[in-house]
Protein backbone atom coordinates (compact mmCIF):
# COMPACT_ATOMS: atom_id res chain seq x y z
CA UNK A 1 0.00 0.00 0.00
CA UNK A 2 0.99 3.80 -0.69
CA UNK A 3 1.34 6.25 1.57
CA UNK A 4 0.53 8.85 -1.42
CA UNK A 5 -0.77 7.89 -4.83
CA UNK A 6 -0.35 10.87 -7.73
CA UNK A 7 -2.76 10.39 -10.60
CA UNK A 8 -2.83 11.66 -13.75
CA UNK A 9 -0.11 13.92 -13.94
CA UNK A 10 3.28 14.38 -16.45
CA UNK A 11 6.39 13.33 -14.97
CA UNK A 12 9.69 15.51 -15.79
CA UNK A 13 12.66 14.35 -15.26
CA UNK A 14 15.95 15.71 -17.11
CA UNK A 15 16.18 12.85 -19.69
CA UNK A 16 12.65 13.17 -20.55
CA UNK A 17 9.33 13.12 -19.60
CA UNK A 18 5.90 10.87 -19.83
CA UNK A 19 2.57 10.42 -18.44
CA UNK A 20 3.21 8.58 -15.44
CA UNK A 21 1.17 8.02 -11.73
CA UNK A 22 3.46 8.25 -8.89
CA UNK A 23 2.91 5.79 -5.60
CA UNK A 24 4.97 7.20 -2.69
CA UNK A 25 6.03 5.15 0.70
CA UNK A 26 7.71 5.81 3.66
CA UNK A 27 8.92 9.45 2.26
CA UNK A 28 10.32 8.03 -1.02
CA UNK A 29 9.33 6.99 -4.96
CA UNK A 30 7.81 3.63 -4.66
CA UNK A 31 6.64 3.55 -7.91
CA UNK A 32 6.14 4.90 -11.51
CA UNK A 33 2.97 3.34 -13.08
CA UNK A 34 1.11 3.40 -16.49
CA UNK A 35 -1.80 5.92 -16.79
CA UNK A 36 -5.03 4.64 -14.85
CA UNK A 37 -3.19 0.99 -13.33
CA UNK A 38 -4.91 -0.02 -10.12
CA UNK A 39 -3.00 1.19 -6.83
CA UNK A 40 -4.04 0.89 -2.81
CA UNK A 41 -3.09 4.10 -1.00
CA UNK A 42 -4.41 6.20 2.01
CA UNK A 43 -4.55 9.13 -0.33
CA UNK A 44 -4.70 9.59 -3.86
CA UNK A 45 -4.56 13.12 -5.34
CA UNK A 46 -5.42 14.07 -9.03
CA UNK A 47 -2.88 16.01 -10.68
CA UNK A 48 -4.48 15.85 -14.23
CA UNK A 49 -3.55 18.30 -16.35
CA UNK A 50 -0.27 18.90 -14.19
CA UNK A 51 3.25 18.71 -14.62
CA UNK A 52 5.07 16.87 -11.99
CA UNK A 53 9.05 17.95 -11.25
CA UNK A 54 11.23 16.85 -8.72
CA UNK A 55 12.20 19.83 -5.67
CA UNK A 56 14.82 21.96 -7.01
CA UNK A 57 18.32 21.71 -5.50
CA UNK A 58 20.04 25.30 -5.14
CA UNK A 59 23.07 25.20 -4.90
CA UNK A 60 23.78 28.93 -3.85
CA UNK A 61 22.26 30.49 -1.20
CA UNK A 62 22.93 32.73 1.85
CA UNK A 63 20.46 32.02 4.50
CA UNK A 64 22.78 34.50 6.75
CA UNK A 65 22.41 32.21 9.74
CA UNK A 66 24.59 32.58 12.39
CA UNK A 67 25.56 36.42 12.83
CA UNK A 68 23.48 37.94 10.31
CA UNK A 69 19.85 37.03 10.82
CA UNK A 70 18.48 40.33 10.65
CA UNK A 71 18.48 39.72 6.79
CA UNK A 72 17.48 36.15 6.71
CA UNK A 73 17.36 33.23 8.88
CA UNK A 74 16.92 29.72 8.64
CA UNK A 75 13.04 29.66 9.58
CA UNK A 76 12.55 32.58 6.80
CA UNK A 77 14.76 31.55 4.15
CA UNK A 78 13.26 28.29 3.84
CA UNK A 79 9.72 29.07 4.07
CA UNK A 80 10.01 31.15 1.02
CA UNK A 81 12.22 28.23 -1.04
CA UNK A 82 9.60 25.95 0.17
CA UNK A 83 7.02 28.98 -2.02
CA UNK A 84 9.23 28.88 -4.50
CA UNK A 85 9.51 25.22 -5.20
CA UNK A 86 13.02 24.56 -3.92
CA UNK A 87 13.00 21.84 -1.78
CA UNK A 88 16.88 21.18 -0.84
CA UNK A 89 19.32 24.16 -0.44
CA UNK A 90 22.85 24.41 -0.29
CA UNK A 91 23.81 27.05 2.32
CA UNK A 92 27.28 28.78 1.70
CA UNK A 93 29.73 29.59 4.79
CA UNK A 94 29.82 33.49 4.50
CA UNK A 95 27.91 34.13 7.89
CA UNK A 96 29.10 35.32 11.11
CA UNK A 97 31.24 33.53 11.74
CA UNK A 98 32.44 32.09 8.43
CA UNK A 99 31.98 28.02 8.47
CA UNK A 100 35.61 27.37 8.56
CA UNK A 101 35.93 24.48 11.55
CA UNK A 102 34.30 21.40 12.06
CA UNK A 103 32.69 22.37 15.32
CA UNK A 104 31.52 25.62 13.67
CA UNK A 105 30.09 23.49 10.85
CA UNK A 106 28.39 21.14 14.03
CA UNK A 107 26.66 24.38 15.67
CA UNK A 108 25.51 25.21 12.08
CA UNK A 109 24.02 21.84 11.93
CA UNK A 110 22.27 22.14 15.38
CA UNK A 111 20.93 25.54 14.71
CA UNK A 112 19.21 24.44 11.77
CA UNK A 113 17.75 21.37 13.74
CA UNK A 114 14.24 21.61 13.96
CA UNK A 115 13.62 24.90 12.45
CA UNK A 116 13.91 24.25 9.05
CA UNK A 117 11.04 23.55 6.04
CA UNK A 118 13.06 22.83 3.35
CA UNK A 119 16.41 20.39 3.59
CA UNK A 120 19.58 21.78 3.67
CA UNK A 121 23.14 20.72 2.77
CA UNK A 122 26.20 22.82 4.30
CA UNK A 123 29.03 24.36 2.74
CA UNK A 124 32.63 24.69 4.54
CA UNK A 125 35.21 27.53 3.40
CA UNK A 126 38.66 27.08 2.82
CA UNK A 127 41.14 29.08 4.58
CA UNK A 128 44.13 30.78 3.59
CA UNK A 129 45.96 28.58 6.03
CA UNK A 130 44.37 25.44 4.96
CA UNK A 131 43.81 24.25 8.55
CA UNK A 132 40.75 22.05 9.67
CA UNK A 133 40.11 20.46 6.11
CA UNK A 134 39.99 16.74 7.04
CA UNK A 135 37.90 17.59 10.18
CA UNK A 136 35.58 18.98 8.21
CA UNK A 137 35.55 16.42 5.33
CA UNK A 138 34.48 13.98 8.31
CA UNK A 139 31.01 15.35 8.28
CA UNK A 140 30.42 15.10 5.08
CA UNK A 141 29.90 18.89 3.60
CA UNK A 142 28.30 19.53 0.38
CA UNK A 143 30.97 21.26 -1.03
CA UNK A 144 34.48 23.15 -0.27
CA UNK A 145 34.42 27.09 -1.21
CA UNK A 146 37.16 28.54 -2.26
CA UNK A 147 37.27 32.15 -2.87
CA UNK A 148 39.95 34.10 -5.12
CA UNK A 149 38.84 38.03 -4.61
CA UNK A 150 36.44 40.49 -2.68
CA UNK A 151 37.14 38.62 0.39
CA UNK A 152 38.90 39.23 3.58
CA UNK A 153 42.62 38.26 3.70
CA UNK A 154 41.96 35.03 5.97
CA UNK A 155 39.93 33.51 3.28
CA UNK A 156 41.68 34.80 0.59
CA UNK A 157 43.30 32.74 -2.60
CA UNK A 158 44.17 35.27 -5.07
CA UNK A 159 47.03 33.49 -6.92
CA UNK A 160 47.58 30.93 -9.30
CA UNK A 161 50.05 29.00 -6.48
CA UNK A 162 47.36 29.50 -3.56
CA UNK A 163 44.60 28.24 -5.78
CA UNK A 164 47.25 25.16 -7.29
CA UNK A 165 48.25 24.76 -3.41
CA UNK A 166 45.01 24.35 -1.77
CA UNK A 167 43.65 22.20 -4.63
CA UNK A 168 46.63 19.77 -3.66
CA UNK A 169 45.71 19.81 -0.40
CA UNK A 170 41.81 18.95 -1.31
CA UNK A 171 42.01 16.49 -3.95
CA UNK A 172 42.88 13.48 -2.52
CA UNK A 173 40.05 14.30 0.19
CA UNK A 174 37.29 13.50 -2.59
CA UNK A 175 35.08 16.04 -2.35
CA UNK A 176 34.01 19.07 -4.41
CA UNK A 177 35.95 22.86 -4.57
CA UNK A 178 33.84 25.66 -5.39
CA UNK A 179 35.69 28.28 -6.75
CA UNK A 180 34.74 32.08 -7.08
CA UNK A 181 36.21 33.35 -10.23
CA UNK A 182 37.76 36.57 -9.76
CA UNK A 183 41.21 38.44 -9.74
CA UNK A 184 42.37 40.73 -6.85
CA UNK A 185 44.97 42.22 -8.88
CA UNK A 186 42.41 43.70 -11.21
CA UNK A 187 39.81 44.66 -8.45
CA UNK A 188 42.93 46.55 -6.58
CA UNK A 189 44.24 48.18 -9.94
CA UNK A 190 40.71 49.01 -11.07
CA UNK A 191 40.24 50.96 -7.47
CA UNK A 192 43.01 52.50 -7.10
CA UNK A 193 43.06 54.12 -11.03
CA UNK A 194 39.13 54.94 -10.06
CA UNK A 195 40.08 56.08 -6.52
CA UNK A 196 38.78 59.88 -7.42
CA UNK A 197 36.02 58.48 -9.93
CA UNK A 198 32.04 59.09 -8.98
CA UNK A 199 32.05 55.52 -6.87
CA UNK A 200 28.88 55.17 -9.24
CA UNK A 201 27.55 51.84 -10.60
CA UNK A 202 29.91 52.15 -13.89
CA UNK A 203 32.69 52.41 -11.94
CA UNK A 204 32.01 49.30 -9.73
CA UNK A 205 31.10 47.12 -13.12
CA UNK A 206 34.54 48.82 -14.27
CA UNK A 207 36.48 47.36 -11.26
CA UNK A 208 34.69 43.55 -11.55
CA UNK A 209 35.72 43.17 -15.37
CA UNK A 210 34.55 40.21 -17.46
CA UNK A 211 38.62 40.02 -17.95
CA UNK A 212 38.91 39.01 -14.11
CA UNK A 213 36.02 36.93 -14.02
CA UNK A 214 37.42 34.63 -17.46
CA UNK A 215 41.04 34.52 -15.93
CA UNK A 216 39.84 33.35 -12.56
CA UNK A 217 37.86 30.65 -14.76
CA UNK A 218 40.91 30.00 -16.61
CA UNK A 219 43.00 29.71 -13.37
CA UNK A 220 40.23 27.29 -11.48
CA UNK A 221 40.69 25.13 -14.42
CA UNK A 222 44.61 24.84 -14.52
CA UNK A 223 45.10 24.10 -11.36
CA UNK A 224 42.20 21.57 -11.55
CA UNK A 225 43.92 20.12 -14.68
CA UNK A 226 46.90 19.87 -12.40
CA UNK A 227 45.64 18.74 -9.42
CA UNK A 228 43.33 16.19 -10.06
CA UNK A 229 40.85 18.32 -7.71
CA UNK A 230 37.22 18.71 -8.81
CA UNK A 231 35.56 21.96 -9.26
CA UNK A 232 32.85 23.69 -9.36
CA UNK A 233 32.90 26.99 -10.35
CA UNK A 234 30.54 29.78 -9.23
CA UNK A 235 28.24 32.31 -11.36
CA UNK A 236 29.87 33.02 -14.90
CA UNK A 237 27.80 36.10 -16.14
CA UNK A 238 30.20 37.43 -19.15
CA UNK A 239 30.69 36.33 -22.39
CA UNK A 240 33.80 36.40 -22.62
CA UNK A 241 33.47 34.21 -19.19
CA UNK A 242 31.53 31.79 -21.14
CA UNK A 243 34.28 31.72 -24.37
CA UNK A 244 37.09 30.74 -21.58
CA UNK A 245 34.99 28.45 -20.11
CA UNK A 246 34.08 26.46 -23.68
CA UNK A 247 37.54 26.28 -24.77
CA UNK A 248 39.13 24.74 -21.57
CA UNK A 249 36.74 23.09 -19.32
CA UNK A 250 37.34 19.42 -20.93
CA UNK A 251 41.10 20.09 -19.36
CA UNK A 252 39.55 19.44 -16.02
CA UNK A 253 36.85 17.34 -13.98
CA UNK A 254 34.46 20.38 -13.51
CA UNK A 255 31.28 22.13 -13.81
CA UNK A 256 30.03 25.96 -13.81
CA UNK A 257 27.15 27.79 -12.53
CA UNK A 258 25.37 31.03 -13.38
CA UNK A 259 22.10 32.52 -11.76
CA UNK A 260 18.41 33.86 -13.15
CA UNK A 261 19.68 37.37 -12.41
CA UNK A 262 22.48 37.00 -14.74
CA UNK A 263 20.32 35.79 -17.29
CA UNK A 264 17.59 38.63 -17.14
CA UNK A 265 19.13 41.71 -15.83
CA UNK A 266 21.98 44.25 -17.53
CA UNK A 267 23.61 46.75 -16.01
CA UNK A 268 21.60 49.55 -17.45
CA UNK A 269 18.83 48.01 -14.84
CA UNK A 270 20.97 49.54 -12.14
CA UNK A 271 19.16 52.90 -13.20
CA UNK A 272 15.90 50.82 -12.45
CA UNK A 273 16.65 49.17 -9.50
CA UNK A 274 19.43 50.52 -8.12
CA UNK A 275 20.53 48.98 -4.23
CA UNK A 276 18.09 46.21 -5.15
CA UNK A 277 20.23 44.71 -8.32
CA UNK A 278 23.73 45.56 -6.38
CA UNK A 279 25.15 42.06 -6.23
CA UNK A 280 28.69 40.82 -7.34
CA UNK A 281 29.53 39.89 -9.52
CA UNK A 282 27.79 43.09 -10.53
CA UNK A 283 25.21 43.12 -14.17
CA UNK A 284 27.08 43.11 -17.90
CA UNK A 285 26.66 44.43 -20.94
CA UNK A 286 23.10 42.89 -23.22
CA UNK A 287 25.76 41.25 -24.89
CA UNK A 288 26.36 39.32 -21.95
CA UNK A 289 23.44 38.51 -21.36
CA UNK A 290 22.39 37.10 -24.69
CA UNK A 291 25.76 35.48 -24.76
CA UNK A 292 25.02 33.61 -21.52
CA UNK A 293 21.74 32.99 -22.89
CA UNK A 294 23.06 31.27 -25.80
CA UNK A 295 25.16 28.78 -23.63
CA UNK A 296 22.18 28.23 -21.82
CA UNK A 297 20.22 26.88 -24.68
CA UNK A 298 23.37 24.94 -26.14
CA UNK A 299 23.97 22.82 -22.98
CA UNK A 300 27.14 24.47 -21.68
CA UNK A 301 26.18 26.15 -18.41
CA UNK A 302 25.71 23.28 -16.27
CA UNK A 303 23.34 24.53 -13.25
CA UNK A 304 21.39 27.03 -12.26
CA UNK A 305 21.40 28.34 -9.00
CA UNK A 306 20.00 31.93 -7.23
CA UNK A 307 23.14 33.18 -5.45
CA UNK A 308 20.10 34.24 -2.59
CA UNK A 309 21.76 37.00 -0.32
CA UNK A 310 18.89 38.76 0.91
CA UNK A 311 19.46 42.39 3.39
CA UNK A 312 17.10 44.21 5.16
CA UNK A 313 15.23 47.02 3.38
CA UNK A 314 16.86 49.64 5.20
CA UNK A 315 20.18 48.19 4.46
CA UNK A 316 19.51 48.46 0.65
CA UNK A 317 17.93 51.55 1.05
CA UNK A 318 20.89 53.64 3.51
CA UNK A 319 22.40 56.43 2.08
CA UNK A 320 26.69 55.19 0.81
CA UNK A 321 29.48 57.03 -0.43
CA UNK A 322 29.86 54.15 -3.00
CA UNK A 323 28.19 52.39 -5.43
CA UNK A 324 30.78 49.66 -4.31
CA UNK A 325 30.13 50.21 -0.72
CA UNK A 326 25.89 48.76 -0.76
CA UNK A 327 25.44 45.45 0.59
CA UNK A 328 25.54 42.97 -2.16
CA UNK A 329 23.19 40.38 -2.69
CA UNK A 330 19.49 40.18 -3.85
CA UNK A 331 16.74 37.24 -2.88
CA UNK A 332 16.16 34.44 -5.26
CA UNK A 333 14.90 30.83 -3.87
CA UNK A 334 11.14 31.71 -4.03
CA UNK A 335 11.44 33.05 -7.72
CA UNK A 336 14.37 30.46 -9.43
CA UNK A 337 11.27 28.10 -10.45
CA UNK A 338 9.36 30.99 -12.43
CA UNK A 339 12.42 32.79 -13.55
CA UNK A 340 12.85 29.54 -15.12
CA UNK A 341 9.57 28.55 -16.54
CA UNK A 342 9.51 31.94 -18.19
CA UNK A 343 12.70 30.78 -20.17
CA UNK A 344 10.77 27.88 -20.99
CA UNK A 345 7.67 30.28 -22.48
CA UNK A 346 10.20 32.11 -24.15
CA UNK A 347 11.36 28.91 -26.23
CA UNK A 348 15.04 29.08 -24.65
CA UNK A 349 14.94 26.06 -22.64
CA UNK A 350 12.35 23.13 -22.17
CA UNK A 351 10.53 21.57 -18.99
CA UNK A 352 13.48 18.72 -18.53
CA UNK A 353 15.92 21.52 -19.19
CA UNK A 354 14.75 22.87 -16.08
CA UNK A 355 15.29 19.82 -14.04
CA UNK A 356 18.49 19.12 -15.69
CA UNK A 357 20.22 22.76 -14.59
CA UNK A 358 17.83 23.25 -11.20
CA UNK A 359 17.76 19.75 -9.77
CA UNK A 360 19.17 17.02 -11.48
CA UNK A 361 22.47 18.15 -12.29
CA UNK A 362 23.28 20.48 -9.20
CA UNK A 363 21.80 16.94 -6.99
CA UNK A 364 24.49 14.75 -8.93
CA UNK A 365 27.67 17.42 -8.89
CA UNK A 366 26.82 17.83 -4.82
CA UNK A 367 26.73 14.38 -3.88
CA UNK A 368 23.05 13.73 -3.43
CA UNK A 369 22.59 11.73 -6.41
CA UNK A 370 20.09 9.08 -5.79
CA UNK A 371 18.28 10.76 -3.21
CA UNK A 372 17.35 14.09 -4.79
CA UNK A 373 16.98 15.78 -8.58
CA UNK A 374 14.67 13.03 -10.10
CA UNK A 375 11.17 11.35 -9.83
CA UNK A 376 12.31 7.94 -9.67
CA UNK A 377 11.91 4.60 -7.46
CA UNK A 378 14.26 5.27 -4.39
CA UNK A 379 14.57 8.59 -4.67
CA UNK A 380 13.01 11.10 -2.27
CA UNK A 381 9.10 11.85 -2.95
CA UNK A 382 10.28 15.73 -3.18
CA UNK A 383 7.57 16.45 -5.94
CA UNK A 384 6.37 20.02 -7.25
CA UNK A 385 3.11 20.08 -8.93
CA UNK A 386 2.67 22.80 -11.91
CA UNK A 387 -0.89 23.24 -13.18
CA UNK A 388 -0.79 24.00 -16.80
CA UNK A 389 -4.28 25.79 -17.02
CA UNK A 390 -3.11 28.89 -14.23
CA UNK A 391 -0.72 31.66 -14.53
CA UNK A 392 1.49 32.70 -12.23
CA UNK A 393 2.59 36.72 -11.67
CA UNK A 394 5.13 37.52 -9.44
CA UNK A 395 4.57 39.89 -6.72
CA UNK A 396 6.52 41.69 -4.37
CA UNK A 397 3.68 41.74 -1.72
CA UNK A 398 3.98 37.57 -1.99
CA UNK A 399 7.97 37.17 -1.42
CA UNK A 400 8.34 35.62 2.23
CA UNK A 401 12.40 36.17 2.06
CA UNK A 402 12.95 39.12 5.11
CA UNK A 403 14.10 41.10 1.52
CA UNK A 404 10.67 41.67 1.06
CA UNK A 405 11.15 42.49 -2.89
CA UNK A 406 12.03 40.61 -5.94
CA UNK A 407 13.76 42.06 -8.83
CA UNK A 408 11.27 39.99 -10.99
CA UNK A 409 8.14 41.41 -9.43
CA UNK A 410 5.88 41.41 -12.23
CA UNK A 411 7.03 38.76 -14.42
CA UNK A 412 4.23 36.02 -15.92
CA UNK A 413 4.16 32.76 -16.66
CA UNK A 414 1.60 30.25 -17.88
CA UNK A 415 2.13 27.48 -14.65
CA UNK A 416 1.25 27.53 -11.11
CA UNK A 417 2.47 26.02 -8.54
CA UNK A 418 -0.07 24.46 -6.77
CA UNK A 419 1.72 21.84 -4.39
CA UNK A 420 5.30 21.18 -3.18
CA UNK A 421 5.88 17.52 -1.36
CA UNK A 422 9.03 16.94 0.67
CA UNK A 423 9.50 13.27 0.90
CA UNK A 424 5.87 13.35 0.36
CA UNK A 425 4.06 15.78 3.03
CA UNK A 426 2.80 18.92 1.23
CA UNK A 427 5.08 21.81 2.47
CA UNK A 428 3.52 24.54 0.11
CA UNK A 429 -0.57 24.52 -1.26
CA UNK A 430 -0.36 26.43 -3.60
CA UNK A 431 -1.08 29.70 -1.47
CA UNK A 432 1.13 29.35 1.64
CA UNK A 433 4.08 27.11 3.10
CA UNK A 434 3.33 24.97 6.01
CA UNK A 435 4.09 26.40 9.46
CA UNK A 436 5.33 23.15 10.60
CA UNK A 437 8.76 22.38 9.83
CA UNK A 438 9.97 19.18 8.16
CA UNK A 439 13.24 19.68 6.82
CA UNK A 440 16.36 17.44 7.28
CA UNK A 441 20.27 18.82 6.86
CA UNK A 442 21.20 16.58 4.37
CA UNK A 443 25.29 15.10 3.81
CA UNK A 444 27.20 14.86 0.68
CA UNK A 445 26.78 10.96 1.27
CA UNK A 446 27.10 9.81 -3.08
CA UNK A 447 29.78 10.39 -4.94
CA UNK A 448 30.46 13.60 -6.66
CA UNK A 449 29.74 12.92 -10.04
CA UNK A 450 30.93 14.05 -12.85
CA UNK A 451 28.31 16.66 -15.21
CA UNK A 452 27.04 14.70 -18.52
CA UNK A 453 27.02 16.76 -21.44
CA UNK A 454 25.64 15.91 -24.61
Same mark, same amino acid.
Given at each position: ???????????????????????????????? +?????????????????????????????????????????????? *?????????????????????????? *?????? *????????????????????????????????????????????? +???????????????????????????????????????????????????????????????????????????????????? +??????????????????????? +??????????????????????????????????????????????? $????????????????? $???? $?????? *????????????????????????????????????????????????????????????????????????????? $?????????????????????????????????????????
Amino acid at each position: MFDLFLRGGTVINADGSARMDVGIADGKVAAL +LPPGENAVARTELSVADCDLLPGLVDAHVHLREPGLTHKEDFQSGT *LAAAAGGVTTLLDMPTDDPWTTSADE *LRAKMA *LASGRIHTDIGFQVVVRGDLTGLREMRSLDPVSFELFTADVPQTF +LHDTLDRVTRALQELAPLDVLVGISPGDQSILEGELRRGAAGPGDWAAFCASRPPLAEAGGIARALLAAAQTGARIHIRQINSG +LGVSTWQRMRDMADASIETTPQC +LFFAKEDYDKFGANLKASPPARDKDDVAALRKALRSGAIDIVATDHA $PHGAAEKAAHYSAFADI $PGGM $PGVQTL *LMAMLHLVDQGDIRLQDVVRLCSANTAARFGLAGRKGAIRPGCDADILVLDRRQGTTIRNADQLSKAGYTPFDGLQV $PWQLSRVLLRGHEIFDGHKPTQTPTGMVVKAAASFERISRT
